[in-house]
T-cell receptor, first 111, second 116 residues
Framework: NAGVTQTPKFRVLKTGQSMTLLCAQDMNHEYMYWYRQDPGMGLRLIHYSVGEGTTAKGEVPDGYNVSRLKKQNFLLGLESAAPSQTSVYFC??????????FGSGTRLTVV | GENVEQHPSTLSVQEGDSAVIKCTYSDSASNYFPWYKQELGKGPQLIIDIRSNVGEKKDQRIAVTLNKTAKHFSLHITETQPEDSAVYFCAASPWRPSGGYNKLIFGAGTRLAVHP
């Protein structure tokens, strides 16, 4: 049972480049989330989804877009990367809105 | 807005000692309080959670206590071991069983080091 799988694990982008982070879960969870983790700031919610075809903004959504075309996948896009988006990104899923299962993270550096 | 404060930010203990991490929340509607452990290079993992209708919950060497009047909750680890070394996050949410999303607000984390 893989749980939550994030790809890629590491990425370096140049300012202005775009990329997509992929999150896949095999637990048939309805809820999926994207967080960013910065030193001393804990986990901050970027976007979330309460079901296939739905998305909503979290605390820090600016500069990111998401899509949930399939129940098992939740994609996070950066259209024009900025150095302020250097962070570790975590995807999580849950059956209801508690008991989150997190992926192992994507370390993104924007230079 | 909603806020969860976590203290201390770092904690160093000797193996076998107890460790206590405290969190204070601002939203009085919060009634679900999970704790996560994050080991180096890994994602956070749920280790214990408590709901507001319970004052204390234990699972082997870990326990969580909740004081709703004071709006704070704590994680207690007894007989600490080197493998307990990690970053611990608390969180709070106004959980409602009827469905819909209830925002989980995380504390900033506590880095626990257990020295042999």
């Amino acid at each position: 049972n893989a749980g939550v799988t994030q790809t890629p694990k590491f990425r370096v982008l140049k300012t202005g480049q775009s990329m997509t982070l992929l999150c896949a879960q095999d637990m048939n969870h309805e809820y999926m989330y994207w967080y960013r983790q910065d030193p001393g700031m804990g986990l901050r919610l970027i976007h979330y989804s309460v079901g296939e075809g739905t998305t909503a903004k979290g605390e820090v959504p600016d500069g990111y877009n998401v899509s949930r075309l399939k129940k098992q996948n939740f994609l996070l896009g950066l259209e024009s990367a900025a150095p302020s988006q250097t962070s570790v990104y975590f995807c999580a899923s849950s059956y209801e809105d508690y008991g989150y299962t997190f992926g192992s993270g994507t370390r993104l550096t924007v230079v | 807005g909603e806020n969860v404060e976590q203290h201390p930010s770092t904690l160093s203990v000797q193996e076998g000692d107890s460790a206590v991490i405290k969190c204070t929340y601002s939203d009085s509607a919060s009634n679900y309080f999970p704790w996560y452990k994050q080991e180096l290079g890994k994602g956070p993992q749920l280790i214990i959670d408590i709901r507001s209708n319970v004052g204390e919950k234990k699972d082997q060497r870990i326990a969580v206590t909740l004081n709703k009047t004071a709006k704070h909750f704590s994680l207690h680890i007894t007989e600490t071991q080197p493998e307990d070394s990690a970053v611990y996050f608390c969180a709070a949410s106004p959980w409602r069983p009827s469905g819909g999303y209830n925002k989980l607000i995380f504390g900033a984390g506590t880095r626990l080091a257990v020295h042999p």
